[in-house]
């Protein structure tokens, strides 16, 4: 039987040597001789599937899977974790799985791969459920698998929500098995608990750290920084010693989210580009909006004239920045000329012009452009927008149509209101002077009223001079949020004042004088051509 078969054979073999030159790149690498048990040999398959799964066409190394199926051969745990891998560099995720179910021990490589490949697809969930049923095994982790765990932590999204405790776990799986961390591990840790906002536990790592790198002071400075936490986020930037733009951009956005801060973004963009760094577009972008909290017009000009010799200024997020930095200056018409010339326009640079015209006294403006916004194809209205537009009615007293807007957002858009615009809901009628139907509107409301709703009330009611009402809206205030209101106690003595009470007035000064609370004093940001 043999002997009537090798004559069959033969002929093909030579016949594939002879056009060896012209065969496929496949055919070349995976060897067509065979062993006794006329399988493919396992050691040449090996060689072909790393060549592909190191070559920047995997997907050829897939027809390779295909012949080991045909020839019935059965591959051990090395050419199954191979094909695994050349499955996972294809993206075939599910091919991969298969082979992961099918190996009759799987080894925590297989694992490995396998966590990361969900990870890569950024499916979190999957990939957690593997870590669980690796130590159920009995398999020990190692660094690789924390990793992976760290990275997940920070794959959560709208539909997935996985616990912040993640992080925290991986790093005690660290510290219990004495897993040797290296950088890469370290710097997992550190953005993992920073984006958990356990920045204590990442100055812990950070400081174990013998080396530290650029990638984890960014993330020490952001960390501080969202926590307010200045002189501590400057600490670390001071010895950094390897800066980069990343990080002078950490420093810039942190320091302009504050009014009082801002003018040290300046002037740290100002350092930056001494030091011969170049600005990219985060870097543009928080320096307009630390004008924007200065009100700095004639500093966010000299900005824009920058911008303006760089590839960034025909970009969508530089013209909203600077949309909405103009309107925060009272510049609405230097906003607009923005806006207009913007190849490009979404939701954000749409809003901010609104918000801008409501802001600055422009309302019939503001809702026709709201209008016009609702009209493009493409762009729907997000929350701040109807914020914006519902804001609008309110300073031109449009009573109705506040409220069909208001109406229009669960009705056509689907969006459920949330209470800052219920609140801005009874201050607008509040202000008309319908202070029952405002009244009647928080009563009505499907959700508890929280204390902004009334504050708006009470606001209204000093504005019309209500005092009775004003005492209902006050009581339900002070009942949710008595002591971080002291602007509430000023308001209904003012009311009371003005209505003549004053044994009532001086009772709630009394009560202010005992519970600590006073008016804080105003303050002001004035702007000059050569500072701010």
Known sequence: MKNGILPQIRPSILSLARRRSTLPPEDRIFSPYQDDTNQPAPITLSSALQHYINSDTPRHGQKLHSRVIKVGFIPNTNISIKLLILHLKCGCIEYARQLFDELPQRTLSAYNYMIGGYLKQGNAEESLSLVRRLVLEGERVDGYTCSMIIKASSCGGDNVVLPRSLGRIAHAQILKLNINADDVLYT?????????????????????????????STSMISGYMNEGCVEEAKEIFDKTIEKDVVVFNAMIE???KSAETSRTALEVYVDMQRLNFRPNISTFASVIGACSSLAAFEVGQQVQGQIIKTEFFADIRIGSALVDMYSKCGRVEHARSIFDNMLVRNVFSWTSMIDGYGKNGYPAEALELFHKMQKVNGIEPNYVTFLSALSACGHAGLVDKGQEIFESMERDYLMKPRMEHYACMVDLLGRAGSLHKALEFVIGMPEKPNSDVWAALLSSCRLHGDVELANVAASELFKLNADDRPGAYVVLSNTLAAAG??????????????????????RSCVGSESSV
Request: with cysteine; aromatic share 8%.
């Open 188 to 216: 997992g840790l550190v953005d993992s608990h920073v984006k958990s906002g356990r920045v204590g536990y990442a100055r812990t790592v950070f400081d174990e750290m013998l080396e530290k790198n650029v990638i984890c």
């Open 254 to 256: 942190g320091y302009s």
């Open 501 to 522: 009470k004053w044994d009532s007035v001086t009772e709630v000064r009394e009560i202010m004088k005992t519970k600590g609370i006073s008016k804080d004093t105003a």
